[in-house]
């Protein structure tokens, strides 16, 4: 099969991004330098092409109770405008994928978004239908909804000075970190939403199609003055990478539990039930194998995912995600390496490439922003 | 030296001689420091070190890829460009000129002779 191209795959290719496949979808990887564009998102502002995500709409009488015993948060915390980050998991407690779950509207006939990684979408859309029973509808709109991301700190600004939010800005000017709001254009809704995947102050605005080659012109044109830049994945990688979000296929995948990669934050285990709990209850219990640690290296060497930890001279581990943090100017790494409070601290070692290089444990985040999403 | 008198190696290393084929500098193309996107550490040999060509002399890691780095010829390496150890982004920079990795002298000038000229790279990265 050949790969999907978004809506916005043409101006990448006019814009001279480096495209590659990715997740099936035609994706600009970076369009000048990795490390302009990271730097544009943390000190200006930069846009993003996220269309590749998926979102299901899960609707009917049963759906807060179905979305709640799917994911292993606490979705019933959740008020109409509020989004929350989640994980979906198997019944012995690996993870299916990670999630946002919007609370489009409450009542008696609640809506919800789910918003899936796009390798995930096909594998989240069967997961998820298995589980469906009465009372409950799943929809796949992934193609028919684009996704742009505004990260940076001028993205507020960037917004107001863009007609198309005119009408919308009071809302949108007011909405707090992991919320998001809803206006018609056309007679087709417009989701803004005050979540990123970059560690840094943002938006990402869900929108029909037809709207996105338009919206991305005019972000980019009223953007200048604010020192815009568009991102690819590269970066959005480095950047989510020094926030120390997890991603799909790196930190989690079908054989991680939430436990291990450091989500234990949004697992409820005091929630009645859902799927995976007892096998996760059990898991806290005995203390989770593996944990998910933030390492420094004394080189600038970069530790790669695969990459073999070592920890006082014994395998411990492997390395998930890598990289030279633009940012911090230091190289770091994620691993999962073996959860044993016996461990010496400072005595790990990562293999490169056959060569033992030292490496420091450190606290995860590496990055936290000043202004807060 | 401009590229159009300096060789290549199918490695996307440039090989520029001096006039009595004694010593070369050598360095990567601008198509290969265009690949592999902004680099961020080089791993060169020291100076006296002996290299044999189309040997692995060093690596070049990337923000999203790592490179070996090949010895384009056999011989003892003369220089090394100190700059690139805290500012290797100077190879995307002036890939040419300014970001040049280290010098040899040649052991074997018939090695040379290996080498492709400007022309024949351009061919070879489709771009002739």
Redesign the interface.
Known sequence: MSPKRTPLTGIHEGLGARIIEFAGFHMP??YT???EEHQAVRERIGLFDVSHMGEFFITGPNAGRFVDELVTNDCRKLAPGGVLYTVMCRDDGTVVDDLLVYLIGGGRNPEYMLVVNAANIEKDFSHISAHVSGGVSLENMSDAIALIAVQGPASLELLGRCPFFAPAMDGVSSLEYYHFMRFEREGETITVSRTGYTGERGFELFIPPRFAAGLWSELMQSGAPLGIKPVGL?ARD?LRFEASFCLYGHELDDRTTPLEAGLSWVVKLDKESFIGKRALAEEKKKRPKRKLAGFELE????A?QGFRVFCGGRHAGAVTSG??S?TLKK?LCMALVENDPSSPAGAYEIEI?NAMMPAQAVALPFYKSRAKG | MKPEDMRFTKEHEWVAVNDDASEAAVGITDYAAGEL??I??I?LPKEGAHVRCMQPMG?I?A??T?ADLYSPLSGVVSAVNKNLENSP?IV?KSPFGDGWFVRIRIADAGELDRLMNYTAYRAMIGKE
């Open positions: 990887v970076s330098s990795i490390l590269a480095t080189g600038r060497n970069i790669r990289t030279y633009p190289s490439r | 996107g902004d961020v550490y791993e690596t890691e923000v999203k790592v982004e995307n």
